[in-house]
Structures are given as C-alpha cells and as structure tokens.
C-alpha cells in the first residue's frame, strides 16, 4: 500500500522487516538466494538484510527511493504504513537518535520524508518523479 502522501524518501526501507516462509520463497523467485537477503535477528527469527542502514533491496535513483523486488516484496512492506498517510518521519524515535554515520544517513532521508503537514504540490512532484523513474526502470 503505498500512502497517499509518499514521496518515495526510502525512510521505511531503514525499518527492520521480519520475514515469513512465504516471504523468503517468493523473493527467491527473483533469483536471488536466501543468504544475500536474510539475516537473523536476536531472538533468532529471519529478518531482511540490510546494508549501511537499509534494506538490502533499496536503490536510489536520484532522489526517489525505490525497491529493487517491489513485486516480490515481503508481507510487511505491502502493508506498510497500515494507513492512508505515512507519518514515518514524525516519529519521535528520530529525534533521539545518536549521531553515528548510519543515523546520519538516515537523517538526509528525513529532509524528504512526508509528514502530516506536507503541501500536496510537493507530494504530487514526488509522485510524478517516481512515476517517471518506475516507468524508465521497468
């Protein structure tokens, strides 16, 4: 689901996804082997694997973040946020962060994160931007 107001900043691709069977089985669908894309959390379950801070199939292109499997994508990110908008860069846990270079990294994605107060120009920009850069990647 992706909400309304996305601007495609990749700021939820820095959240850790637990992932089911049913998730590891259809991203092996795209080719790719379990040990590229899963690593284990504390407790032992599966989790997606992420580099530098975010999940192992973001890519950047220019300003939009866009995922490298997004047809294959786990459970969690299809239901992601859960709502019509995203509120991700209002959570009050990035206020809080301490100042190692992952977190700074995260930190430059905040600048393009939506939030509740954002212009609907600015969103409806974004949009067209994705919109182009999907259509140029598929």
């Not at 939820?12 to 080719?31: A, F, P, Y």
């Not at 890519?59 to 991700?88: N, Q, T, V, W």
């Amino acid at each position: 689901m992706i909400p309304s107001n996305c601007t495609f900043c990749g700021l939820c691709c820095t959240l850790t996804v637990k992932l089911s069977d049913n998730d590891i089985k259809r991203i092996e669908k795209t080719g790719c082997g379990r040990e590229e894309f899963v690593e284990f959390n504390k407790e032992g379950e599966p989790i997606l694997k992420r580099e530098n801070g975010w999940c192992t199939f973001f890519k950047r292109d220019g300003k939009i973040g866009i995922c490298s499997i997004y047809d294959s994508r786990p459970e969690a990110c299809r239901d992601f946020p859960g709502k019509r908008h995203c509120d991700l860069a209002e959570n009050p846990i990035y206020k809080y962060m301490s100042d190692n270079d992952e977190n700074k990294r995260i930190r430059l994605l905040l600048k393009n994160a939506p939030t509740s107060k954002m212009p609907e120009e600015k969103i409806n920009k974004a949009l067209e931007v994705a919109n182009k850069t999907f259509n140029r990647i598929s």
